[in-house]
């Protein structure tokens, strides 16, 4: 599934439960720019402690790296990962469940097909979170973006003006959802305001 | 969620038939020193199968000590050798009876924690024609060197060792602890030997290492993956242990038992009227009777519906989540795969005997159920992707 960086972020939101890992497809070109972006939007969006972590030189060691209070792992640059380095990610899945959220791992086409003949347990974890990124395409279109701020203003039972109001008087509500309605409003700045 | 929460939270729903849990607990609470080995394929819910073990001997015997253990937080799984068991229970005792003053307790703690994870050693060299010297205190022989020498510990990948010393070192230690606390059962369950892809290996290790545990009194689990039943060592495995049980996925086309109990866990995690009954419905016939795939797909189904702004969990939810979940379950399939696969879907194959078909099965591509009959299909959420038709 084609997915830009908005649509992902409603999903990641849901994945309240813990340990809920989904796989992101990029082209090798635009590797660092995703990763960026990843991190820094899911950081807001989330409000939760992000790591990103390059497993391309420690490989299957980088579960050492972890830090204790990381929330959400974001892992990337497999391009050198053997098959073998996939079936040690996959005795070693145990270590990424710390009982927090999951994280999201970063792929190449090829390298996500590895995945899914070397490491089937971890891949039974991910299940159908597969998601091709559009990059450079991360806002919705104009319609979208309605459809979206309608379900959340039927859902909080608000107007956006009052959104903004309470959001510049500190009394708006930490709950996800206004920080992404804040986004569609164009309005981010407002965020932890 | 993983298995203990799911438990914790309330949300374990009893099978429709006796558990494999019950049968081994109840073996266990018979014959608390027998060993038991618990197989089935990626998802089928082995974890929660031990974790309910756990509970489930605790309730019957009630001086036992119980633990569930993940051997892949201990070592390395992939390069597992025989004795590592030994040495992990041997190093949880040791964490246990670290604070004793008794000598012999720490005598064991530190050969446990030598062997387990390796040493350091000096060795001097004596120089050759001096060695009838080298007994004689203070002798020194002025040419000898010094060298450190590393032991691998069993725990490490380069080991390979199977080491008597540790076994007696664990029994003792395995013997003080027992009267320390008076408990008249010990009994370790393992986890997360499924992954281990090397049947030799695996089939060494229960066959020593369950001798080994068995012989200090001590009852044991392990988990295993599904290619045990497959490969040539199925014979050894089931003289190896006094019971091999099997966690089959449920085949809920033709088991009405499992359907319902299928439709028990989804009722017992989302809220009344949440999920709507045609997309319930839909959701259990894509799961293939697998728990994982059950809780995945409905997990990403309610991410549709969120996304959609909707406040029920509806078919079309469904269908998109299957659609990318099918999808995912395509990606690294080889031609050759594909045809194995189109073979079991035309029912040309029946069961998997080949090694690739033995992959297919153990990646979840291929479902095997025991009851009502025993068969084998293409997980269903592939099934169209192979065969459009066959939606």
Redesign the interface.
């Given at each position: 599934?084609k997915i830009t960086v908005d649509?992902l972020l409603?999903?990641i939101r849901?994945?309240t439960?813990?340990?809920?890992w989904s796989v992101i497809i990029v082209d090798d070109q635009d590797l660092v720019n995703a990763v960026e972006e990843l991190a820094a939007s899911i950081e807001i969006f989330l409000e939760c402690k992000i790591q990103s972590i390059d497993v391309s030189s420690a490989k299957i060691q980088f579960i050492l790296e972890i830090e204790s209070d990381t929330d959400y792992l974001l892992l990337w640059n497999f391009s050198n990962w053997t098959n073998?380095d996939w079936?040690?990610l996959?005795?070693?899945?145990?270590?990424l469940?710390k009982?927090k959220r999951g994280g999201m791992l970063i792929l190449s086409q090829s390298a996500?097909?590895?995945?899914?003949?070397y490491a089937?347990?971890f891949?039974?974890?991910?299940?159908?979170?597969?998601f091709q990124m559009i990059l450079g395409a991360e806002f919705l279109t104009t319609e979208e973006s309605q459809?979206?701020l309608?379900?959340l203003r039927?859902?909080a039972g608000q107007s956006d003006m009052e959104i903004i109001e309470l959001a510049e008087a500190h009394q708006l509500s930490s709950e996800p959802e206004y920080g992404e309605w804040l986004i569609l409003l164009g309005r981010g700045d407002l965020i932890g305001h | 969620?993983?298995p203990y929460?799911a438990i914790e939270s309330g949300y374990y729903v009893q099978e429709p038939y006796t558990a494999v849990s019950e049968l081994i607990a109840g073996r266990i609470a018979l014959r608390p020193a027998s060993t038991h080995l618990l197989l089935g394929g990626?998802?089928s819910g082995k974890t929660t199968q031990l974790l309910m073990t756990l509970d489930q001997i605790n309730s019957l015997l009630e001086n036992a000590y119980v633990r569930y253990i993940?051997v892949?937080?201990f070592t390395?799984?992939?390069k597992i050798s025989s004795g590592v068991l030994v040495a992990i229970i041997g190093l949880i005792l040791a964490n246990l009876m670290q604070n004793s003053e008794e000598e012999t307790v720490n005598k064991n703690i530190n050969i446990i924690k030598k062997l387990a994870n390796g040493y350091k050693e000096e060795k001097q060299t004596i120089s050759p024609g001096l060695s009838h010297l080298a007994s004689l205190t203070p002798y020194r022989d002025p040419f000898s060197q010094v060298k450190v020498e590393y032991h691998p510990g069993i725990l490490s990948p380069e080991s390979g060792q199977h080491s008597n010393k540790l076994i007696r070192a664990v029994t003792e230690l395995c013997d003080l602890f027992r009267n320390e606390n008076e408990y008249e059962q010990i009994i370790f369950l393992f986890d997360?030997l499924?992954?281990?892809?090397d049947t030799e290996s695996f089939s060494h290790l229960i066959v020593n290492d369950m001798r080994d545990i068995s012989a200090m009194g001590i009852g044991c689990v392990v988990v295993g993956s599904t290619r045990a039943l497959y490969e040539e060592y199925k014979n050894t495995f089931e003289q190896a242990v006094d019971y091999l049980g099997y966690q089959s996925c449920l085949d809920v086309e033709n088991d009405r038992d499992a359907r319902d109990f299928f439709t028990s866990i989804l009722e017992n995690r989302a809220s009344e009227n949440f999920i709507d009954s045609d997309a319930r419905e839909k959701i259990i016939t894509y799961s293939g009777g697998v728990l994982?795939?059950l809780i995945?797909?409905t997990?990403?189904s309610?991410?549709e519906s969120?996304?959609s702004?909707d406040d029920k969990l509806m078919l079309n939810h469904v269908e998109k989540?299957?659609?990318?979940?099918?999808?995912?379950k395509l990606?690294?399939?080889t031609k050759s795969d594909i045809d194995i696969l189109q073979e079991f879907a035309e029912g040309r194959l029946l069961l998997p005997s080949s090694d690739a078909e033995i992959k297919l099965l153990?990646?979840?591509r291929i479902i095997e159920y025991k009851d009502p009959a025993r068969r084998c299909v293409v997980h269903p959420a592939l099934l169209p992707m192979l065969i459009p038709t066959a939606v």
């Open positions: 599934m649509e409603p999903r849901v994945q439960e813990g340990n809920t073998t079936q040690e996959d005795y070693m899945r145990s270590s469940d009982g996500v097909e590895k995945m899914s003949s089937p347990n891949s039974s974890w991910v299940g159908g979170r597969i459809s979206r309608e379900t039927e859902w | 969620m993983n929460k990626i998802g993940d892949s937080i390395d799984t992939s997360g499924d992954r281990l892809d994982r795939d995945n797909i997990q990403s309610i991410e969120y996304l702004g989540a299957v659609g990318s979940f099918g999808r995912a990606l690294g399939l153990i990646a979840g």
